[in-house]
């Protein structure tokens, strides 16, 4: 019973355009499409552009983390895949995405070298 008057004198006085509406509603999510590019999008794609640069910087003689937790060193780079000696002896093929993270950066062998 208190509610109608003040609904039928808002309504009647106000005289407002649809485009209001639309206008508070863009107001409101321009920022949000902003904050969530700053806050999301943007630091996932340095991540992911830190990442391809630690790949592509892959050498023989790095001592490598793998996403799956196993810590091994590079003995052989391909250009897609690479040799990771887990253990003396074992040696496992490992995709380059797979590699989490290079702890060591060792020396680059020659090509012609005798493993020692």
Avoid: C, W
């Avoid at 019973?1 to 508070?24: E, H, I, N, R, W």
């Avoid at 920022?31 to 023989?60: D, E, N, S, T």
């Avoid at 250009?79 to 093929?93: H, L, N, Q, W, Y």
């Amino acid at each position: 019973m208190f509610a109608t008057p003040a609904f039928a004198q808002a309504a009647g006085a106000a005289g407002a355009s649809p485009m209001d509406g639309l206008l508070q509603q863009a107001i409101f999510i321009v920022p949000m499409i902003l904050l969530f590019y700053f806050l999301l999008i943007r630091p996932q794609q340095q991540r992911a552009k830190r990442h391809q640069a630690m790949i592509g910087a892959v050498k023989r003689g790095d001592t490598v983390v793998l996403s799956s937790g196993l810590i091994g060193k590079v003995v052989r780079v391909e250009e897609r895949e690479v040799g990771v000696e887990i253990a003396t002896g074992v040696t496992v093929k490992v995709i380059k995405g797979m590699i989490g993270e290079v702890r060591t950066r060792g020396e680059p062998a020659p090509a012609n070298d005798s493993k020692t």
